[in-house]
C-alpha cells in the first residue's frame, strides 16, 4: 500500500467520506488532499514570513518612514497656511497704521514735529559730547 493510498484510507475513516459501496471516492478524496496540502503550504508561508524577523523590521521601518513623511508634509502645509494667514493679516494691519498714521499727522502734525526736534537735540548733544572729549 503506498503513502498517497494510505492517506486516502486514513481521510476516508476520518472524514466519512466513503461512497455508498463502502468504497471511497478517490476522485473527492485527491481533491481533499490537494486542498489540504495548498493550506498546509500557506501556512508553512505565513510562518515563514513571522519568523523572518528582519524582514518584518525592515517592513515596520518602511511602514514608519511613510508615516512620518505623511505627517511632516501635514505639518508643512499646516505652517504654511498658518504663514499665509499671519502675512496677510499683518499686511492688512500695517495698512490700517499707516492710513491711521497718515491721518492722525494731518489732523495734528504737532507731535511729528516734536518727534524731530527731539531727535535732533538729542543728535547735537552726542555731537557736542564728543567734541569735548577729543
Known amino acids: ?33 490537494k486542498q489540504t496540502r495548498a493550506d498546509l503550504g500557506q501556512t508553512v508561508q505565513a510562518l515563514a514570513a513571522k519568523a523572518d524577523v528582519k524582514a518584518r523590521a525592515k517592513e515596520q521601518v518602511e511602514q514608519t518612514k511613510q508615516r512620518v513623511r505623511a505627517q511632516a508634509a501635514e505639518a508643512g502645509e499646516r505652517v504654511r497656511d498658518v504663514a499665509f494667514l499671519a502675512t496677510d493679516r499683518m499686511r492688512h494691519a500695517a495698512a ?38 577729543r
Do not use: H, Y
Open 1 to 33: 500500500m503506498s503513502v498517497e493510498q494510505a492517506e486516502v484510507g486514513s481521510m476516508s475513516e476520518k472524514n466519512g467520506s466513503a461512497a455508498k459501496n463502502g468504497k471511497p471516492d478517490v476522485a473527492a478524496l485527491r481533491a481533499e488532499i
Open 96 to 133: 490700517s497704521a499707516r492710513g491711521d498714521g497718515e491721518a492722525a499727522v494731518r489732523r495734528n502734525p504737532v507731535p511729528l514735529v516734536a518727534i524731530l526736534v527731539g531727535v535732533v537735540a538729542v543728535v547735537g548733544v552726542i555731537m557736542v559730547v564728543r567734541g569735548r572729549r
